[in-house]
């Protein structure tokens, strides 16, 4: 087994579900970030704290001094600064998967969204770059173990209150499906498997498919509302993606990720136990003020 364990992207909201996943394997893990402050609430819980920034490989050195295995959760989750998905999901990686082969890292473990290959195949600008990233651990020597998950539920939050205020917009017909989980679950699952698997790809899902109009009505119906929707074109979202390329990439690259995710199926593997209607309505438990 693996013991010692550096978790890439510590401070992000799946890093910190993976610290509990691997305590509940009996291993204190090692947490790497970018900032001290994204290690708060973590104190007690790691083995130790390591700082460095991926996309600069000098501050790399030594970050993998003693570990079995990465797990990187690295990647751009939000518009910021002027960097771009090829930087951090993919170069940034790169420069993190050199350090670990010239520490004599045994295994990586790195995870991408459902439907990777396929979006990248569609010019997808995330999922490129996390592919790119994909094809290169497998060619690096070292054991890997590939994620691709389900959707956040974590991330549907904001979309219900949203829906708490008006009309929620739908790209296309919004009867694809996917298959959302909660964070803690997918952590769980992705350490058992980075512990257990060997050269594999591994699917984690919650336990429902759902089309995007299924997910509006959960996110509508924790406020006891219908589900209002606002239908957009496809074809009038690549136009105004056409538009924003030349001038707004970061924009760009995340409006082709909601086209994507709109127009095609990326069901995963049903694994987890709790669907989004009971995530939602856990999330606002104890706010009963709120849902009248």
Same mark, same amino acid.
């Given at each position: 087994?693996?013991?010692?364990?550096?978790?890439?992207?510590?401070?992000?909201? =799946?890093?910190?579900? *993976?610290?509990?996943?691997?305590?509940?394997?009996?291993?204190?893990?090692?947490?790497?970030?970018?900032?001290?402050?994204? /290690?708060?609430? +973590?104190?007690?819980?790691?083995?130790?704290?390591? +700082?460095?920034?991926?996309?600069?490989?000098? $501050?790399?050195? @030594?970050?993998?001094?003693?570990?079995?295995?990465?797990?990187?959760?690295?990647?751009?989750?939000?518009?910021?600064?002027?960097? $771009?998905?090829?930087?951090?999901?993919?170069?940034?990686?790169?420069? +993190?998967? !050199?350090?670990?082969?010239?520490?004599?890292?045994?295994?990586?473990?790195?995870?991408?969204?459902?439907?990777?290959?396929?979006?990248?195949?569609?010019?997808?600008?995330?999922?490129?770059?996390?592919?790119? /990233?994909?094809?290169?651990?497998?060619?690096?020597? *070292?054991? #890997?173990?590939?994620?691709?998950?389900?959707?956040?539920?974590?991330? /549907?939050?904001?979309?219900?209150? =949203?829906?708490?205020? @008006?009309?929620?917009? *739908?790209?296309?017909?919004?009867?694809?499906?996917?298959?959302?989980?909660?964070?803690?679950?997918?952590?769980?699952?992705?350490?058992?498997?980075?512990?257990?698997?060997?050269?594999?790809?591994?699917?984690?899902?919650?336990?429902?498919?759902?089309? #995007?109009?299924?997910?509006?009505?959960?996110?509508? @119906?924790? #406020?006891?509302?219908?589900?209002? $929707?606002?239908?957009?074109?496809? #074809?009038?979202?690549? !136009?105004? *993606?056409?538009?924003?390329?030349? /001038?707004?990439?970061?924009?760009? !690259?995340?409006?082709?990720?909601?086209?994507?995710?709109?127009?095609?199926?990326?069901?995963?593997?049903?694994?987890?136990? $709790?669907?989004?209607?009971?995530?939602?309505?856990?999330?606002?438990?104890?706010?009963?003020?709120? =849902?009248?």
């Amino acid at each position: 087994m693996d013991k010692n364990v550096l978790i890439a992207g510590v401070g992000g909201v =799946l890093g910190r579900e *993976l610290v509990d996943a691997f305590i509940s394997k009996g291993i204190r893990p090692a947490g790497l970030s970018l900032l001290e402050r994204e /290690f708060n609430g +973590l104190d007690g819980k790691l083995s130790s704290k390591r +700082l460095a920034d991926v996309t600069k490989p000098q $501050t790399l050195h @030594g970050v993998c001094a003693g570990v079995d295995m990465v797990v990187s959760v690295i990647g751009i989750t939000r518009i910021r600064g002027k960097l $771009t998905h090829v930087d951090v999901d993919y170069q940034g990686n790169m420069n +993190l998967l !050199a350090e670990a082969r010239r520490a004599g890292v045994r295994k990586f473990v790195f995870i991408s969204p459902a439907g990777t290959d396929r979006g990248a195949s569609q010019g997808v600008p995330l999922m490129e770059a996390k592919f790119r /990233f994909e094809e290169a651990l497998k060619q690096s020597g *070292l054991d #890997w173990v590939i994620v691709r998950s389900g959707g956040f539920m974590a991330d /549907f939050v904001g979309m219900a209150e =949203l829906a708490r205020k @008006g009309p929620l917009y *739908l790209i296309g017909a919004g009867h694809v499906v996917s298959t959302p989980i909660d964070v803690g679950e997918l952590a769980a699952f992705m350490a058992e498997d980075a512990l257990c698997l060997s050269h594999a790809y591994t699917s984690i899902g919650g336990p429902q498919d759902m089309t #995007w109009r299924e997910i509006y009505g959960a996110c509508a @119906g924790v #406020w006891g509302k219908p589900c209002r $929707t606002v239908a957009m074109p496809v #074809w009038l979202c690549h !136009a105004v *993606l056409a538009c924003l390329r030349p /001038f707004f990439f970061q924009y760009y !690259a995340l409006g082709k990720l909601l086209v994507f995710f709109s127009v095609n199926s990326v069901p995963t593997v049903r694994r987890g136990k $709790t669907d989004l209607k009971t995530y939602l309505e856990r999330h606002y438990s104890g706010k009963s003020s709120c =849902l009248s």
